[in-house]
């Protein structure tokens, strides 16, 4: 099965509700983090971006070992808006719902880099849906259910709790769990749809909100704008990082390779890099050495699987690269860990 471009992240909040969830449901995230290239001990900071692919493995792993295919309702009523950085108080701040779907497309990227969220009128309805221009079955389904509902639980925090959709339209197949949709989303839902699509009546959404503060709305935009600058300054480095973890098991492709991947002129590339004050070399060794240490912690992948997955030939050039970056061998620094 395909999935999403390897340059595509989702913020950090996305990681510690997940994290929440598994525990609720008494599953450890560590484990399922690390199996899809992961450490949910990087997420302690809800700013941390996360790969959008390796966040796609965590959440189809959720499903399977839930057993539970409502498991993105149960992820939705563990999301807190206050985490996704101003845009969680930018929303409870805006004059009316209208008002915060507006913030809510234009600053969608700041939940995740791939898709859109669109919002249009039709007669007396409002549609928010969420277009993800990909084959259907490529995401998750329970990431797309997560993020419906996500947008729920947004509205609910501002309209109050008795706030429902007029319709819920979802492309997933039919649940088993049904009832857990229907007791969320307290409206009708329609599976194996054209597109994820949330209805609305207009006139709730013209509503003024409790929480109303321009000022403080204003306030929280120039916050996620700021946000999103930072972000797009770094953004090189994530695509290249999440390219070189995609790349690894197949061998560390050259320069101008990762330059193609990053729709750049080996120039260009080089000149990024060199405004970072990155060498690539180095940065690709740190990536290893990372990975290295994250796989060995849990001590669920053998020496020569983790040979493999850094993209060494033999066990024994890994072994060797371990010990001159932490002074141990593989097995000399899982022993300490126990």
């Not at 839902?189 to 949330?198: I, K, Q, T």
Request: net charge negative.
């Amino acid at each position: 099965m395909s999935s999403a471009p390897h340059d595509t992240t989702t913020h950090g909040a996305i990681a510690q509700t997940m994290i929440r969830t598994l525990a609720s449901c008494d599953l450890s995230s560590e484990q399922l983090f690390q199996e899809a290239g992961l450490d949910s001990a990087a997420f302690s900071s809800p700013d941390e971006r996360v790969l959008g692919a390796a966040m796609q493995r965590v959440w189809r792993a959720a499903v399977t070992q839930t057993g539970d295919d409502a498991f993105g309702i149960r992820f939705a009523q563990q999301f807190h808006p206050g985490s996704i950085h101003g845009l969680g108080f930018a929303w409870a701040a805006s004059d009316t719902l209208a008002d915060a779907f507006d913030r809510l497309v234009r600053y969608f990227r700041v939940l995740c880099t791939f898709g859109e969220v669109i919002v249009d009128e039709q007669d007396q309805q409002v549609r928010l849906w969420l277009n993800m221009p990909v084959p259907a079955g490529t995401a998750a389904d329970a990431s797309l259910d997560g993020a419906m509902a996500m947008f729920i639980q947004l509205c609910r925090y501002t309209k109050g709790h008795d706030f429902n959709p007029a319709r819920v339209e979802l492309q997933r197949p039919e649940p088993e769990n049904q009832a857990a949709f229907n007791d969320f989303f307290r409206a009708e839902v329609r599976y194996g749809s054209a597109e994820n699509v949330l209805f609305f009546n207009k006139e709730d959404l013209a509503q003024p909100l409790p929480m109303a503060n321009p000022e403080l709305a204003r306030a929280n935009d120039s916050v996620v704008i700021s946000y999103l600058q930072r972000f797009d300054k770094n953004n090189i480095l994530s695509q290249l990082r999440a390219a070189i973890i995609e790349s690894l098991p197949s061998g560390t492709p050259s320069q101008g390779q990762f330059a193609e991947m990053l729709h750049m002129s080996i120039r260009s590339f080089q000149r990024r890099l060199a405004k970072e004050n990155i060498k690539f070399s180095e940065f690709v060794e740190q990536i290893r050495e990372d990975l290295a240490r994250q796989y060995l912690r849990t001590g669920e992948k053998s020496i020569s699987e983790v040979s493999y997955l850094l993209g060494y030939s033999e066990p024994g050039n890994f072994s060797r690269s371990f010990k001159r970056w932490t002074g141990e061998t593989p097995q000399q620094y899982q022993g300490n860990l126990s």
